[in-house]
T-cell receptor, first 113, second 112 residues
Framework: DAGITQSPRYKITETGRQVTLMCHQT?????MFWYRQDLGHGLRLIYY???????DKGEVPDGYVVSRSKTENFPLTLESATRSQTSVYFC????????????FGDGTRLSIL | QKEVEQNSGPLSVPEGAIASLNCTYS??????FFWYRQYSGKSPELIMS????GDKEDGRFTAQLNKASQYVSLLIRDSQPSDSATYLCAVNDGGSQGNLIFGKGTKLSVKP
């Protein structure tokens, strides 16, 4: 089925470890996004990408790294996880143009102990 | 700082009533407006989009846009307990193609 999938759905890790969250979409959308969602803060943009090999920082990029070597994949890496990065992470994608909505994956619930 | 403001709620309405959810935005360059529904523990799901001033109806949902007042609303007619969720207003960032600015959401509770 076409869509956007995230993996893993749940992840528990320890502070200082590197962890990578995966995002894959089958719509051939140009844009892809990573958000984190925390109580009281709503959705906050971490990084986004307008196309393969083009990425840009969002509102809260510190501590995160992204890459986009293929249009369909947009992995998010926490290089050295901290407890403050415990959150629910959503990947989204959208087509090109000003009127395009974003479509979200099911999310990854990440706990850092 | 571009902002989208929503009343956090909770907004409580009885079953069968009309629920009215409101949103204001700061970026006059915004051209597209969206409503997402998010059930607890789930991801945001697009339910309505609106691009022109006026009303847009889709089943029990009506989106209303007033660009002069920088105001977007969502009406849910004949509210059902299954409508209980958090509703997120999103507005395109007029200066950054592709980006949306999200409000923090209004929690709606429909009581049987």
């Amino acid at each position: 089925d076409a869509g956007i999938t995230q993996s893993p759905r749940y992840k528990i890790t320890e502070t200082g470890r590197q962890v990578t969250l995966m995002c894959h979409q089958t719509w051939s959308h140009s844009y892809m996004f990573w958000y984190r969602q925390d109580l009281g803060h709503g959705l906050r943009l971490i990084y986004y990408s307008a196309a393969a090999d083009i990425t840009d920082k969002g509102e809260v990029p510190d501590g995160y790294v992204v890459s986009r070597s293929k249009t369909e994949n947009f992995p998010l890496t926490l290089e050295s996880a901290t407890r403050s990065q415990t959150s629910v992470y959503f990947c989204a994608s959208s087509g090109t143009g000003p009127n395009q909505p974003q479509h979200f994956g099911d999310g990854t619930r990440l706990s850092i102990l | 700082q571009k902002e989208v403001e929503q009343n956090s709620g909770p907004l409580s309405v009885p079953e069968g009533a009309i629920a009215s959810l409101n949103c204001t935005y700061s970026d006059r360059g915004s051209q597209s407006f969206f409503w997402y529904r998010q059930y607890s523990g789930k991801s945001p799901e697009l339910i309505m989009s609106i691009y022109s001033n006026g009303d847009k109806e889709d089943g029990r949902f009506t989106a209303q846009l007033n660009k002069a007042s920088q105001y977007v609303s969502l009406l849910i007619r004949d509210s059902q307990p299954s409508d209980s969720a958090t509703y997120l207003c999103a507005v395109n960032d007029g200066g950054s193609q592709g980006n949306l600015i999200f409000g923090k959401g209004t929690k709606l509770s429909v009581k049987p």
